[in-house]
């Protein structure tokens, strides 16, 4: 805990104030002022994030297949059909996400693209709202605040409060990790740690950092005491590390699939290598820079970043290391166990995420291996502000760098997210541009305006991206039958049957330049981005089955991505 009083400040001249001169505020008016007035523009920050997260939250960006897998998967529970508890690429199902799609479901029983987010804000909008009660608890409340601010403007937990995938909830986990880790409350430290590991492995990586005060702690007091309490200590911890051990083994077992081993173990023959690439931790570091300034989200969901962010780059990393550098020996010398501990666990768990995983955890469309970092990074960030001084000037001083900070960042969503969305529909996977009405979206309904709200009708999606959100939208539908033109999903559905059928695939993508070339007549309709750009087609085949082989056979033959 750091000591909040501020010294009095001097005064000038003669040591007492002239009759003309104004008196200074007592300390203590002088503190309550500077914290009202931080709290006052920190209100109004987070106002605006907020805002952020929520805004135009069905189409900006265009829905991920992964989000509406979930959906559907909701669906299926909810209306006793078949359903595997697995996601696609063989992880458990996180209870704590799907648990709240299928009661938002079973509420709002329509399928709407706002519901498949809403559990993903909810995380984002509770992690904001409690990092400052809880952080208080544990850290003096001037850091608190720096975390929050830090927190509600961060552009990556911004977009994965607007994106909904279950590593949205990791930054909450992260918090409560860290508040039950600080108060030395080993059980719900080890609950919410387990369930982090849960939603998904690699928040094992929360492990150093929850560890990292504690573990300094403990190895001061081993220094400071004699042989016998050593010992002592030492016989009342081997259980609990022995124990934590063996049960993170036993979760991992049972939550990572054959497929995570495999890649595992192979990105593991590949620890030494990375342990001695110079240039590849430089890369690192610059990437991690990268992911917390909002560069990597902004590069896989709106647009790469122009002239490759030097600017950017350089700005983020003389704060960051500047920032450090200023902060440490201030660590050393005021034996703050916590902020070391905390800074230790982090550099040590982002170096252990290199050595072992290399640079794809922190790469532009898997950034959300590195989500855990979210926490750990804005609270040491604040830790570090915080220790600059806590005179009445110096804290001034502080909040003004934290609030011009996060209005850089959220200045920054705005102009690199929000309008890149807003007047382009995105530059980058087709997957996540969209339009005034999400294009899916919009395909779906143009289906049913064609065949009529009850006439049964097939829908052949070209791939992943499009199949999911279609069958989601489909599923209150059931005559419907959406089928996704790859492997045994279109080898199994019943494609002879007099059904009318559509085919919705990407502008240029295998169907739709199959079709073009080989029934360029046939009727279709093109939904464009916000740019203007046809991004979605529709082809009404009729009633027919002559162009249906073709059609998958052409989209199995493409590339998946």
Same mark, same amino acid.
Request: aromatic share 10%; with cysteine.
């Given at each position: 805990m750091k000591d909040n009083r501020i010294s009095p400040l001097p005064l000038e001249g003669n040591g007492r104030a002239g009759p003309d001169s104004p008196l200074p505020l007592p300390v203590e008016d002088r503190?309550?002022?500077i914290w009202r007035l931080g709290v006052g523009l920190a209100a109004l920050l987070v106002l605006l994030a907020v805002v952020f997260r929520v805004a135009a939250l069905e189409r900006l960006p265009g829905l991920n297949?992964?989000?509406?897998?979930?959906?559907?998967?909701?669906?299926?529970?909810?209306?006793? *059909?078949? &359903?595997s508890l697995r996601t696609a690429s063989g992880l458990p199902f996180n209870p704590g996400y799907l648990i709240p799609v299928y009661l938002l479901h079973v509420g709002h029983p329509i399928p709407s693209f706002t519901l498949l987010?809403?559990?993903?804000?909810?995380?984002?909008? =509770?992690?904001v709202l409690l990092a400052f009660p809880l952080l208080a608890r544990v850290v003096?409340?001037?850091?608190?605040?720096?975390?929050?601010?830090?927190?509600?403007? !961060? /552009?990556?937990?911004?977009? @994965?409060?607007?994106?909904?995938?279950?590593?949205? &909830?990791?930054?909450?986990?992260?918090?409560?990790?860290? @508040?039950?880790? !600080?108060?030395?409350?080993?059980?719900?430290?080890?609950? #919410?740690?387990?369930m982090g590991l849960w939603i998904h492995p690699l928040n094992v990586f929360l492990a150093p950092v929850l560890l990292g005060p504690t573990a300094l702690a403990w190895w001061r007091a081993r220094h400071d005491a004699d042989a016998a309490e050593r010992r002592a200590r030492w016989y009342r911890l081997w259980p609990w590390l022995l124990g934590g051990t063996l049960l993170a083994g036993l979760?991992? $077992?049972?939550?990572?699939?054959?497929?995570?081993?495999?890649?595992?173990?192979?990105?593991?023959?590949? =620890? +030494? #290598?990375?342990?001695?690439?110079?240039?590849? %931790?430089?890369? $690192?570091?610059?990437?991690? +820079?990268?992911?917390?300034? +909002?560069?990597?989200? @902004?590069?896989?969901? #709106?647009?790469?970043?122009?002239?490759?962010?030097l600017l950017e780059r350089l700005l983020v990393g003389i704060l960051l290391v500047g920032l450090l550098l200023a902060a440490i020996p201030r660590f050393r010398q005021s034996q703050d166990t916590t902020a070391l501990g905390l800074l230790g666990g982090t550099l040590l768990s982002l170096a252990a995420g290199y050595v072992f995983l290399g640079l794809s955890t922190v790469q532009p469309g898997w950034e959300r291996y590195s989500m855990w970092l979210v926490m750990p990074a804005c609270l040491v960030s604040a830790l570090a502000v915080s220790s600059l001084g806590d005179s009445p000037t110096a804290r001034s001083r502080q909040l003004a760098g934290v609030l011009a900070v996060c209005a850089l960042l959220l200045g920054t969503f705005y102009l690199r997210y929000f309008q890149v969305l807003i007047r382009t529909g995105g530059e980058v996977h087709r997957a996540a541009r969209t339009g005034s009405v999400e294009p899916k979206q919009a395909a779906y309904e143009a289906v049913v305006?064609?065949?009529?709200?009850?006439?049964?009708?097939?829908i !052949?999606?070209?791939?992943? %991206?499009?199949?999911?959100p279609i069958r989601y939208l489909a599923h209150d539908r059931p005559s419907t039958q959406v089928v996704l033109c790859r492997g045994d999903r279109a080898k199994a559905a019943d494609l002879t049957s007099p059904r009318r059928r559509f085919v919705v695939g990407f502008v240029d993508g295998p169907s739709d330049r199959w079709l =073009?070339? *080989?029934? /360029?007549?046939?009727?279709?309709?093109?939904?464009?981005?916000?740019? +203007?750009?046809p991004l979605l087609r529709v082809w009404d085949l009729g009633y027919g089955t002559e162009l249906l082989a073709g059609v998958v056979e052409a989209a199995v033959a493409a590339p998946g991505d």
């Amino acid at each position: 805990m750091k000591d909040n009083r501020i010294s009095p400040l001097p005064l000038e001249g003669n040591g007492r104030a002239g009759p003309d001169s104004p008196l200074p505020l007592p300390v203590e008016d002088r503190t309550r002022t500077i914290w009202r007035l931080g709290v006052g523009l920190a209100a109004l920050l987070v106002l605006l994030a907020v805002v952020f997260r929520v805004a135009a939250l069905e189409r900006l960006p265009g829905l991920n297949g992964d989000e509406a897998y979930y959906g559907v998967a909701m669906l299926n529970v909810r209306d006793g *059909h078949p &359903q595997s508890l697995r996601t696609a690429s063989g992880l458990p199902f996180n209870p704590g996400y799907l648990i709240p799609v299928y009661l938002l479901h079973v509420g709002h029983p329509i399928p709407s693209f706002t519901l498949l987010r809403l559990p993903a804000l909810l995380s984002g909008l =509770a992690a904001v709202l409690l990092a400052f009660p809880l952080l208080a608890r544990v850290v003096d409340r001037w850091t608190a605040l720096f975390a929050t601010l830090l927190l509600a403007c !961060l /552009p990556i937990a911004i977009a @994965y409060s607007r994106f909904g995938w279950d590593q949205s &909830q990791a930054p909450l986990l992260g918090l409560l990790c860290l @508040y039950f880790a !600080l108060k030395r409350q080993v059980l719900g430290a080890t609950a #919410s740690f387990l369930m982090g590991l849960w939603i998904h492995p690699l928040n094992v990586f929360l492990a150093p950092v929850l560890l990292g005060p504690t573990a300094l702690a403990w190895w001061r007091a081993r220094h400071d005491a004699d042989a016998a309490e050593r010992r002592a200590r030492w016989y009342r911890l081997w259980p609990w590390l022995l124990g934590g051990t063996l049960l993170a083994g036993l979760v991992l $077992y049972l939550l990572v699939p054959p497929f995570f081993v495999r890649l595992g173990t192979e990105r593991m023959l590949d =620890a +030494g #290598s990375n342990l001695v690439n110079l240039g590849g %931790w430089a890369v $690192y570091a610059v990437m991690v +820079g990268d992911f917390l300034a +909002g560069t990597t989200i @902004y590069t896989y969901l #709106s647009a790469p970043p122009p002239h490759g962010a030097l600017l950017e780059r350089l700005l983020v990393g003389i704060l960051l290391v500047g920032l450090l550098l200023a902060a440490i020996p201030r660590f050393r010398q005021s034996q703050d166990t916590t902020a070391l501990g905390l800074l230790g666990g982090t550099l040590l768990s982002l170096a252990a995420g290199y050595v072992f995983l290399g640079l794809s955890t922190v790469q532009p469309g898997w950034e959300r291996y590195s989500m855990w970092l979210v926490m750990p990074a804005c609270l040491v960030s604040a830790l570090a502000v915080s220790s600059l001084g806590d005179s009445p000037t110096a804290r001034s001083r502080q909040l003004a760098g934290v609030l011009a900070v996060c209005a850089l960042l959220l200045g920054t969503f705005y102009l690199r997210y929000f309008q890149v969305l807003i007047r382009t529909g995105g530059e980058v996977h087709r997957a996540a541009r969209t339009g005034s009405v999400e294009p899916k979206q919009a395909a779906y309904e143009a289906v049913v305006a064609w065949a009529g709200d009850d006439a049964p009708v097939t829908i !052949l999606a070209e791939d992943w %991206w499009s199949y999911w959100p279609i069958r989601y939208l489909a599923h209150d539908r059931p005559s419907t039958q959406v089928v996704l033109c790859r492997g045994d999903r279109a080898k199994a559905a019943d494609l002879t049957s007099p059904r009318r059928r559509f085919v919705v695939g990407f502008v240029d993508g295998p169907s739709d330049r199959w079709l =073009a070339q *080989h029934a /360029p007549r046939t009727p279709q309709q093109t939904f464009n981005d916000a740019a +203007g750009r046809p991004l979605l087609r529709v082809w009404d085949l009729g009633y027919g089955t002559e162009l249906l082989a073709g059609v998958v056979e052409a989209a199995v033959a493409a590339p998946g991505d």
